[in-house]
């Protein structure tokens, strides 16, 4: 009997594809048993959005008596359908870095240490600080002419925001009077 080259391949194709699937111990109930052994099988799903742009990716957060243990894209969000970026993707490792920052900062000026503050007092500094700056640089006049405005304080603004903070923010700034404006999309 004459095999040809071609039929000695397909031939020797089907067998090791045979031998895998048999001789090798493939067995289709020992892999769903081990499926229910997976880590996020217990785990409750949060699907939340992530914090790094405005895009508004969906991210499913698996939980386990209160800690993060998986997370993964949302198939269901149609911004990324179930993709990630890489800073996305990254959202556990930052969640649990010792170098995450957890509590307000605050360095004091002519100081080179950052000390932790509670979130009371840092409000309440950052809306003194506001109320001095504006009360002392705030103008109504310029030349006789009415200007109300104030050149003290800027605003910057960066990609995390969306339309609707950035409306707030921008209208909280021109209650102060503020002139300087800058937002990164505007690049």
């Given at each position: 009997?004459?095999?040809t080259?071609?039929?000695f391949l397909k031939?020797?194709g089907?067998?090791?594809?045979?031998l895998a699937?048999?001789?090798l111990g493939?067995d289709?109930n020992?892999?769903?048993?081990?499926?229910?052994t997976?880590?996020i099988?217990?785990?409750?799903?949060?699907?939340?959005?992530?914090?790094y742009c405005?895009?508004?990716?969906?991210?499913?957060?698996?939980?386990?008596?209160g800690?993060l243990?998986?997370?993964?894209g949302?198939?269901?969000n149609?911004n990324?359908?179930g993709?990630?970026c890489?800073k996305g993707?990254s959202?556990?490792?930052?969640?649990?870095s010792?170098k995450r920052?957890?509590?307000p900062?605050?360095?004091?000026?002519?100081?080179?240490?950052?000390?932790?503050?509670?979130?009371?007092w840092m409000?309440?500094?950052i809306a003194?600080?506001?109320?001095?700056?504006?009360d002392e640089?705030?103008?109504?006049?310029l030349?006789?002419?009415t200007?109300?405005?104030?050149?003290?304080i800027?605003?910057?603004?960066?990609?995390?925001?969306?339309?609707?903070?950035c409306?707030?923010?921008s209208k909280l700034?021109r209650g102060?009077?503020?002139?300087?404006l800058e937002h990164?999309?505007?690049?």
């Amino acid at each position: 009997m004459g095999v040809t080259r071609r039929q000695f391949l397909k031939l020797s194709g089907a067998t090791a594809a045979t031998l895998a699937v048999v001789d090798l111990g493939f067995d289709a109930n020992e892999a769903q048993a081990a499926a229910s052994t997976y880590k996020i099988q217990s785990a409750k799903e949060v699907p939340t959005i992530c914090p790094y742009c405005s895009v508004g990716c969906g991210i499913i957060c698996y939980v386990e008596e209160g800690k993060l243990i998986h997370t993964e894209g949302d198939p269901r969000n149609p911004n990324n359908r179930g993709s990630l970026c890489s800073k996305g993707a990254s959202l556990k490792q930052t969640h649990y870095s010792h170098k995450r920052v957890k509590n307000p900062m605050y360095r004091a000026p002519g100081s080179d240490k950052w000390e932790e503050k509670d979130w009371e007092w840092m409000l309440d500094t950052i809306a003194q600080r506001i109320k001095k700056t504006r009360d002392e640089s705030f103008r109504e006049t310029l030349d006789g002419v009415t200007v109300n405005h104030n050149t003290a304080i800027a605003s910057l603004g960066g990609a995390a925001l969306e339309n609707e903070e950035c409306y707030l923010i921008s209208k909280l700034m021109r209650g102060l009077g503020t002139v300087w404006l800058e937002h990164q999309a505007r690049i």
